[in-house]
């Protein structure tokens, strides 16, 4: 029982520096996004972030320990691949589906982490830790389907989304090539007409 409770206690520790570790990705990752549900998603995920490391001291108050963050090394791997997929892609697009990608790994850790943690707690007979890990997972598994579906949203029609640098004629393309096509061969035709009406004037 004293090892369950060095791990629970151990891990208690990792996932308050995860949170931090997080909440700076969420805000790196929203000045790269373009999307603005997703911007809104990351900044209100920042903030979430925050909200669920105060929880996380009350689990650390009703156990009646005091947090000692570490930096959890499983969260810098996620952060540091998020930043290096993100260098690679200029693109608009690509960058916000990157930032919905990995905001899902990251949603995957903690409940991951939160899941095992909340599994201890009970084990050791910590009801009320029990309670407060168990919002925080519900929670995040809220966050990881509406990235799920921001994710689908996107891939559905990313053809129609304005990204900066689009024109409305390249988005048109992307979206109507044959619309677009019939407009360009219109504008041939009427230009012929044009030339066929001055030579007329000139006869």
Do not use: W
Not at 56 to 75: H, T, W, Y
Not at 104 to 129: D, E, N, P, W
Not at 141 to 159: E, K, S
């Amino acid at each position: 029982m004293q090892g369950n409770r060095r791990l629970f206690e151990d891990g208690l520790h990792l996932l308050h520096g995860a949170h931090r570790q997080g909440a700076a990705q969420a805000k790196r990752n929203d000045k790269t996004a373009t999307l603005p549900k997703l911007k809104q998603m990351l900044e209100a995920g920042s903030k979430q972030n925050i909200v669920q490391l105060k929880r996380l001291d009350e689990v650390f108050a009703s156990i009646g320990v005091r947090p000692d963050p570490r930096n959890d090394l499983a969260m810098q791997g996620i952060c540091d691949l998020n930043e290096a997929e993100i260098a690679k892609h200029g693109n608009a697009a690509d960058r916000d589906l990157i930032n919905i990608e990995y905001g899902q790994v990251a949603a995957h850790f903690y409940i991951a982490r939160y899941g095992t943690l909340r599994s201890a707690a009970q084990a050791l007979g910590h009801a009320k830790a029990v309670k407060l890990l168990d919002r925080t997972l519900v929670e995040t598994r809220a966050i990881d389907r509406a990235f799920t579906q921001l994710y689908d949203h996107l891939l559905a029609r990313r053809t129609s989304t304005r990204y900066p640098g689009e024109t409305a004629l390249t988005t048109t393309a992307a979206m109507h090539p044959g619309l677009t096509l019939g407009l360009a061969f219109g504008g041939v035709l009427a230009a012929v007409a044009l030339l066929e009406a001055e030579r007329s004037k000139r006869r």
